[in-house]
């Protein structure tokens, strides 16, 4: 691991040192918690760009994102079409 240069190389040792005393249960656990954060973040930013959306369609521009249109679509299917009916008053 290259060196940090906002911290000094003691912490950054203590950082190591920690990281290699932790249980790979609490390792799984950390990452799982950051997985569950970083998609809560792009179903946010993905609600803020398509208010209108269904959790349905939110999901599926999600799987654009983290798999890309290409392969999203080939197991998902395209991105449904907002309902133009809805529009109407």
Known sequence: MPPLTDTTP???ALQLQLLRETPVWR???LMTGLI????ALALSSLRA???TATEAELHRLLADRLLGSELATAVYGPVPKPDSS????
């Not at 569950?36 to 998609?39: E, G, K, P």
């Not at 809805?86 to 008053?89: E, G, K, L, P, Q």
């Open 86 to 89: 809805s529009d109407a008053i």
């Open 49 to 51: 760009d398509h208010p």
């Open 36 to 39: 569950d954060m970083t998609r």
């Open 10 to 12: 003691e912490a950054h």
């Open 27 to 29: 390792k799984l656990e």
